[in-house]
């Protein structure tokens, strides 16, 4: 083999503007930089890979009537109860005899790998940071996703988040480079999962809940911006489901309210009219083609 060499580095191609630095809020989450510079994209040096794996429409049949393993995306606000939700599904399932596997989120180990936020501090270099995040994602999913298949259709695959969350922190010029440099769009992205489940942050609606640790340094009206960014982020998703804090019975009502929206059993739209016995058909806001329990 020849000589060890060093990979050039990305060329600058923002203008003066676009280096300086954009506020964050401190957190893991929030170093995403959520006042990212809206500025002109021509290109960020990194080079494009390969398509990722495109996988069969699945958004248009019933949840899980489908060929391979039920793919759902939990995703959410700060302090929404993502991990717990995560922990329920997983003892549903189990308990109807399916086997489920688990995808972690790809930023979490970018951040425990040693990035960090000022890493994040021009857009050229939040392009790279997501784009990383949204390789590393594609790989874990899909190798999970893979095993998963082994194990007969009734196999479910939980993701921690999912490709389109890292549009909610990145401007939309920064986002659509993204897309570019991975050869995404957001049809191919809402295919790989049969829904969303987005858990409302508890800085909103409940916020007497809502806690700031050493990980998760956002403030109770930061939390909110992000909690509404992502909820945008997903809007396209013909599965979109977002559960409130709203619901009887504080978290525990919360808590049922997922495993309903999994079972079908309950769809409540945001002018409160619930669909006992439905499906995750039925229920739509016709205005953001996005359902809302407990609201």
């Known amino acids: 083999s020849g000589p060890e060499t060093t990979p050039p580095r990305p060329r600058n191609l923002w203008n003066s503007q676009g280096q300086q630095r954009a506020r964050t809020s401190g957190g893991m989450m929030g170093a995403f930089a959520l006042t990212a510079l809206l500025l002109p994209v021509s290109g960020v040096g990194v080079a494009t890979p390969t398509r990722p794996q495109v996988l069969p429409a699945r958004a248009q049949s019933p949840l899980g009537a489908h060929a391979g393993p039920t793919v759902l995306c939990l995703t959410g606000g700060p302090c929404g109860g993502k991990t717990t939700s995560s922990a329920r599904l997983q003892d549903y399932f189990t308990s109807q005899g399916r086997r489920v596997f688990l995808v972690p989120e790809a930023a979490t180990i970018m951040w425990q790998g040693g990035c960090e936020p000022a890493d994040l501090d021009s857009p050229e270099r939040r392009v790279a940071f997501q784009v990383a995040v949204m390789r590393m994602q594609i790989q874990l999913e899909d190798s999970i996703r893979a095993m998963a298949s082994t194990s007969g259709p ?17 401007s939309e010029v920064e986002w659509a480079e993204v897309l570019r440099v991975t050869s995404l769009t957001p049809e191919l992205i809402n295919r790989r999962y049969d829904a969303i489940i987005h858990l409302v942050s508890a800085a909103d609606g409940a916020q007497e809940h809502y ?10 009206v ?30 525990d009502g919360k808590m049922e309210r997922v495993l309903k929206a999994v079972e ?5 739209t945001q002018s409160g009219a619930a669909s006992a016995g439905g499906n995750l058909d039925q229920a739509w806001n016709p205005m953001l083609q996005t359902k809302v329990l407990a609201r």
């Not at 911006?225 to 504080?250: F, K, M, Y």
Request: charged content about 25%; hydrophobic content about 30%.
């Open 154 to 170: 009734q196999s479910v695959v939980l993701c921690d988040r999912g490709l389109s969350d890292g549009k909610a922190y990145t």
């Open 211 to 220: 806690r700031m640790t050493k990980t998760r340094q956002e403030t109770a």
């Open 222 to 251: 930061q939390a909110v911006e992000i909690d509404l960014r992502t909820q945008g982020a997903w809007v396209s998703h013909p599965r979109h489901i977002i559960v409130d804090n709203n619901a009887p019975n504080g978290f």
């Open 264 to 268: 079908g059993s309950e769809v409540t």
